[in-house]
């Protein structure tokens, strides 16, 4: 179980390194253009003289200035809806797992003379695997649950 949970993290993890975007061309930026000009509307032609208060009205119909301002608090209101995203709770998952064939055999020389401590000091885990598991809020206050992190 403890393998197919890393496997299926490590597949995860590899398949969400390998998308990549590709860099816009130029005559994307122009569609990119274009559609913008197409978000404002379309000036109706004179038909005849106008006056002084209908020259003003459409003024400010056609203001781009106020319509590139409108624009750009729909776009700040949008992006403070996003921010709430960064509010949520992530979730960290982290495991290694080590499996030897033989036996580790540990030398280990006392700190002061230099000699061995135990010549026949030998490490009989095959098979060591790690993990932890960590939580945290907005508040980057880490939250770790009793027994996500250990040894066995």
């Given at each position: 179980m403890k393998k197919f949970l890393a496997l299926s993290l490590s597949a995860?993890?590899?398949?969400?390194?390998?998308?990549?975007q590709e860099p816009y061309t130029a005559q994307e930026f122009d569609e990119l253009a274009q559609e913008d000009l197409?978000?404002?509307?379309?000036?109706?032609?004179?038909?005849?003289?106008?006056?002084?208060?209908?020259?003003?009205?459409r003024a400010i119909k056609y203001n781009l200035k106020r319509q590139s301002e409108l624009m750009s608090q729909e776009l700040a209101y949008n992006q403070a809806v996003l921010s709430k995203f960064d509010l949520l709770p992530s979730l960290d998952i982290e495991g290694t797992s080590t499996h030897r064939s033989e036996q580790t055999v540990l030398d280990s020389e006392h700190a002061d003379t230099g000699e061995p401590n135990d010549p026949d000091n030998i490490n009989s885990e095959r098979v060591v695997t790690s993990f932890e598991i960590r939580g945290t809020s907005s508040h980057d206050q880490a939250w770790v649950p009793d027994g996500a992190h250990g040894r066995s």
């Amino acid at each position: 179980m403890k393998k197919f949970l890393a496997l299926s993290l490590s597949a995860l993890l590899l398949g969400g390194c390998s998308v990549t975007q590709e860099p816009y061309t130029a005559q994307e930026f122009d569609e990119l253009a274009q559609e913008d000009l197409r978000a404002f509307p379309e000036q109706e032609p004179f038909s005849r003289e106008i006056t002084l208060d209908e020259a003003m009205a459409r003024a400010i119909k056609y203001n781009l200035k106020r319509q590139s301002e409108l624009m750009s608090q729909e776009l700040a209101y949008n992006q403070a809806v996003l921010s709430k995203f960064d509010l949520l709770p992530s979730l960290d998952i982290e495991g290694t797992s080590t499996h030897r064939s033989e036996q580790t055999v540990l030398d280990s020389e006392h700190a002061d003379t230099g000699e061995p401590n135990d010549p026949d000091n030998i490490n009989s885990e095959r098979v060591v695997t790690s993990f932890e598991i960590r939580g945290t809020s907005s508040h980057d206050q880490a939250w770790v649950p009793d027994g996500a992190h250990g040894r066995s």
